[in-house]
């Protein structure tokens, strides 16, 4: 495949991701080209496999069905727009915060400003009230949040009076640093299963902004470590020589030559997102239940083992996904190095 295999990646993933967003058009019940759609159950179908009989039914089920009779096809269609869906709420949110926080940290680097002791306690405020925020629109107000806010109260003073007992400095990127280390310390995956467990119907909007407070940090670690890199290339500092405003600096500047390895990271997380939305949907954690998506297709196959298209060809579609994403992150990492 060699030089051509980016581009192959990116038009077999075009052509799953159009099918994915355009299957709702297609299997629509009673209405378009097939006449059902992924929730569509009939109990005289069910079962089906792509090799039997289907002449005495009224349209034809290409891939087979389930135990409840409906359409693989359908289903798998409806998988890929969820796994597309959840990558573009928890990246797109994750990125946001990552963005910011990157600036935080780096902001030193161009005007040489220390934080003071209040900032510091504004900036802690602010950075709990966007999470209650955010999760609180997410969730409709589902969670009680009295205990993490006494955990993250006991966080900031603790870090507060270690910092002045130990003289640190206070900069904004030794903040930025440390929740990163502390957010790191925490074991993701558990915390994302034990979240979801609780809810009874969780939503993937919702599912999508608790794994965005989870993976922001690497997005910060990048971006961080790409500004403090060029922040030292002769043309970043002509333009800090030439009075460019901070707002220039870091978006027609900064960022806009980070994107390389922005979008390798992106696609590699991709990956991940789609792994571990599979991973939630074939333990039947916090998925809705009214949801057919690929992991909960693959999970409904060792129910029954002779029904093996259920296996086969969300599976594969899940390959293909994957091993898309991996060549094109990996021909953008090579074109950085």
Known sequence: MGRNSPIIAIIVLSIILIFGWCSSLFFVEGEGVFGYSYSTISMNERGLSPFADQSLIPHTHLLGTDKLGRDTLAGIGNGISIAFYLSLISIGLSLVIGIVMSILSTFHLFTRVKVSGVFYWLTAIA?????????????????????????????????????????????????????????????????????????????????????????????????????????????????????????????????????????????????????????LSFLGIGIPYNQVSLGGMIKASTDNMSYWWLAVFPGLTLVVILISLNKIGTSFLIKKD
């Open 127 to 279: 950075v709990w009230y966007l999470i209650f925020l955010v999760t609180s629109l997410a969730t409709a107000g589902e969670i009680d949040f009295t205990y993490l806010t006494v955990m993250w109260g006991l966080i900031s003073v603790g870090l507060y009076f270690a910092s002045r007992k130990n003289n640190w400095s206070l900069s904004a990127d030794d903040i930025v640093m440390k929740i990163i280390e502390l957010w790191r310390t925490l074991p993701a995956l558990l915390i994302l299963l034990i979240l979801a467990s609780l809810f009874d119907n969780i939503s993937y909007t919702t599912l999508g902004v608790l794994i965005a407070l989870l993976i922001w940090p690497s997005y910060t670690r990048l971006l961080r470590g790409e500004f403090i890199r060029l922040s030292g290339v002769p043309f970043i500092k002509s333009a800090i020589a030439s009075g460019a405003s901070i707002w220039t600096l870091y978006w027609k500047h900064l960022l806009s030559n980070a994107l390389t390895p922005l979008i390798a990271h992106i696609c590699f997380a991709i990956v991940a997102i789609i792994l571990l939305e599979a991973t």
